[in-house]
C-alpha cells in the first residue's frame, strides 16, 4: 500500500508539472501571436505609407515631365508637341547645335556699320543657345533627381516587404513548433491522466 501511494504521488507530480508545462506553452504561444500580429500591423501601415510616397513621387515626376515637355515646345515652337521627353531634348539639342552652326558660318561684312549689327546679332544668337542648354541642363537635373527617388522608394519598400515576409514565416515556424509541443504535453498529460485513473 506504502508503494502504492508512492507510485500514485510521483505520477501526480509527474502530471502537475507536464500540465505546468503546457500552460507556460499556451501563454508563450499567446504572446507570440500577439507579438506578430503587432509587427504584421505595423509592416502593413509601413508598406502602406511607402506605396503612397512612391505614388506621389511618381505623380511628381509625371508633373515634371508634363512641364519640360510644355517648356521644350515652348522654347522651340518646331518642336512636335506630341514626341516623348527624351526624343524632345534630343531635337532641341539638334535645333541648338544648328542655330550654334548657323552663328559661326555668319560670314563679317566688310562695312563697319553692318558688323556691329551683325555681331549683336551673333551675340543675341550665342546668348539664345547658352539660356537653352542651361534650361535644358536644369530640366534633365531635375528629371534624373526625381527618378531616383522614385526608384530608393521602390527598393526601401521592396526591402521592408522582404524583412515582413522573413519575419512572418519565422513567427509561423515558431508557432508550428509551439503548436507541436502543446499537442505532446496534452498528449502526455491525457497518458498521465490515465495512469492516474487505473491507479487509482
Same mark, same amino acid.
Request: proline share 4%; no cysteine.
Given at each position: 500500500?506504502?508503494?502504492? &501511494?508512492?507510485?500514485?504521488?510521483?505520477?501526480?507530480?509527474?502530471?502537475?508539472?507536464?500540465?505546468?508545462?503546457?500552460?507556460?506553452?499556451?501563454?508563450?504561444?499567446?504572446?507570440?501571436?500577439?507579438?506578430?500580429?503587432?509587427?504584421?500591423?505595423?509592416?502593413?501601415?509601413?508598406?502602406e505609407s511607402i506605396k503612397s510616397k512612391?505614388?506621389?513621387?511618381?505623380?511628381?515626376?509625371?508633373?515634371?515631365?508634363?512641364?519640360?515637355?510644355?517648356?521644350?515646345?515652348?522654347?522651340?515652337?518646331?518642336?512636335?508637341?506630341?514626341?516623348?521627353?527624351?526624343?524632345?531634348?534630343?531635337?532641341?539639342?539638334?535645333?541648338l547645335e544648328d542655330l550654334q552652326a548657323?552663328?559661326?558660318?555668319?560670314?563679317?561684312?566688310? &562695312?563697319?556699320?553692318?558688323?556691329?549689327?551683325?555681331?549683336?546679332?551673333?551675340? &543675341?544668337?550665342?546668348?539664345?543657345?547658352?539660356?537653352?542648354?542651361?534650361?535644358?541642363?536644369?530640366?534633365?537635373?531635375?528629371?534624373?533627381?526625381?527618378?531616383?527617388?522614385?526608384?530608393?522608394?521602390?527598393?526601401?519598400w521592396r526591402l521592408k516587404l522582404e524583412?515582413?515576409?522573413?519575419?512572418?514565416?519565422?513567427?509561423?515556424?515558431?508557432?508550428?513548433?509551439?503548436?507541436?509541443?502543446?499537442?505532446?504535453?496534452?498528449?502526455?498529460?491525457?497518458?498521465?491522466?490515465?495512469?492516474?485513473?487505473?491507479?487509482?
Open positions: 500500500a506504502e508503494a502504492q &501511494k508512492i507510485v500514485d504521488e510521483d505520477w501526480r507530480d509527474k502530471f502537475e508539472v507536464l500540465h505546468m508545462e503546457h500552460e507556460k506553452m499556451l501563454a508563450k504561444q499567446k504572446m507570440l501571436q500577439i507579438e506578430f500580429e503587432t509587427e504584421l500591423s505595423k509592416y502593413q501601415g509601413d508598406m512612391n505614388n506621389d513621387l511618381n505623380s511628381s515626376l509625371a508633373e515634371a515631365k508634363k512641364a519640360s515637355t510644355a517648356l521644350l515646345v515652348r522654347l522651340f515652337p518646331a518642336l512636335p508637341p506630341n514626341l516623348e521627353l527624351s526624343q524632345l531634348e534630343e531635337q532641341a539639342k539638334e535645333s548657323v552663328a559661326e558660318r555668319t560670314p563679317s561684312p566688310s &562695312k563697319p556699320a553692318p558688323v556691329e549689327d551683325n555681331s549683336e546679332e551673333m551675340e &543675341k544668337l550665342e546668348s539664345q543657345v547658352a539660356h537653352y542648354k542651361t534650361v535644358l541642363a536644369q530640366t534633365e537635373s531635375m528629371l534624373n533627381s526625381l527618378q531616383a527617388s522614385v526608384e530608393s522608394a521602390e527598393t526601401e524583412v515582413a515576409n522573413k519575419e512572418l514565416n519565422d513567427v509561423k515556424m515558431q508557432n508550428s513548433s509551439l503548436a507541436a509541443k502543446a499537442s505532446d504535453l496534452e498528449a502526455s498529460s491525457a497518458i498521465a491522466k490515465q495512469a492516474e485513473e487505473v491507479d487509482s
